[in-house]
T-cell receptor, first 113, second 115 residues
């Protein structure tokens, strides 16, 4: 079935470092792709999304490009802050409805001052 | 506007007991989904309800059940609790089933501990 594979963490960075989290997907067709973020003690928040191939989602300095050639949706940020410390999840729809989501295992990111 | 609200935030149950978790979606949202997030893993889809009808079910045993009420709030019920049911249970609401790319808004979850 459709699924995502996410790079394993944890990832520890210094402030202002470059962050990249790899995500690849397996799917029939071209589903929407999402990155969700979970801050400590909180639920999930949608960080960004892309609904078709070559789309670039962006939010809060984060970017991810939907690349069908490599079936990837890697998350990047050029200069991280301590406040970016969180768990990041790549996700895609399980079926034809976009809100039945299949999540990756999550990548824990810790940014040190 | 209030976001997705879940209750209780934490609870502790004993093996074999029953538990009911509650979720109120964002006003105007008609779809509610439930997810189980075991510590250190990504959320796993349990149920989706839209307009009070079950639209999808994940790979969970029949001990798990849910329903959606006329005001679109929802309950998740788990019978005969096992230690492995200990997890964060997340509720998500969405406006409708269409179009593609519709955002799901998550609540802060209910942390269930089974002892």
């Amino acid at each position: 079935g459709d699924s995502v594979t996410q790079m394993e963490g944890p990832v520890t960075l210094s402030e202002e470092a470059f962050l990249t989290i790899n995500c690849t997907y397996t799917a029939t067709g071209y589903p929407s792709l999402f990155w969700y973020v979970q801050y400590p003690g909180e639920g999930l928040q949608l960080l960004l999304k892309a609904t078709k191939a070559d789309d670039k989602g962006s939010n809060k300095g984060f970017e991810a490009t939907y690349r069908k050639e490599t079936t990837s949706f890697h998350l990047e940020k050029g200069s991280v802050q301590v406040s970016d410390s969180a768990v990041y999840f790549c996700a895609l729809p399980l079926g034809s409805n976009d809100y039945k989501l299949s999540f990756g295992a999550g990548t824990t990111v810790t940014v040190r001052a | 506007d209030a976001g997705v609200t879940q209750s209780p935030t934490h609870l502790i149950k004993t093996r074999g007991q029953h538990v009911t978790l509650r979720c109120s979606p964002i006003s105007g949202h008609k779809s509610v989904s439930w997810y189980q997030q075991v510590l250190g893993q990504g959320p796993q889809f349990i149920f989706q309800y839209y307009e009070k009808e079950e639209r999808g079910r994940g790979n969970f045993p029949d001990r798990f059940s849910a329903r959606q009420f006329p005001n679109y709030s929802s309950e998740l019920n788990v019978n005969a609790l096992l230690l492995g049911d200990s997890a964060l249970y997340l509720c998500a609401s969405s406006l409708t089933g269409q179009p593609r790319g519709t955002e799901a808004f998550f609540g802060q979850g209910t942390r269930l501990t089974v002892v």
